[in-house]
């Protein structure tokens, strides 16, 4: 049987080890639209060296249960200033269809976006475009 882990790793606390920490940040799906959301609705004080965001949902619904996830309006002015945006997305995912990614790409324009042609939402367990993008940092 699989299992899914979330690992958070802790601070340390050693002074010269935080100065010299760089986050960068990956979400996938659900994941990646409740991290756009925290981002654009929180202040954070640790260094944010850049976003990556797979297959991210946009919520416009009208559902009741929706309502939560939506991002406000103004959420691209909300966003910490000068972090890289990447936003990846299978072209044939059917979880979280194509148009979601047109509704970020709208909206953030300064975005790095990336459509990939196959792979699904899971862009077929292959993350290495990701990883190039994290090491251009």
Known sequence: ???????????????????????????????????????SENKTSKKIEGVFLVATPFWSGEEGWVEGLKLRTDFP???????????????DDKIIPVEHLLQYRER????????????????????TLVANDIKTL
């Open 77 to 91: 002015d909300k966003l910490p200033k000068d972090v890289p945006i990447f936003l990846y997305h299978s072209i």
């Open 108 to 127: 953030l324009r300064e975005a790095t976006v990336r459509e990939i042609p196959t792979g699904g939402h899971q862009m077929n367990d292959d993350l």
């Open 1 to 39: 049987m699989k299992k899914q882990v979330l690992f958070i790793q802790g601070g340390g606390g050693r002074k010269d080890h935080e100065a010299d920490a760089k986050l960068v940040l990956v979400g996938h799906s659900l994941g990646a639209s409740m991290l756009l959301k925290y981002l």
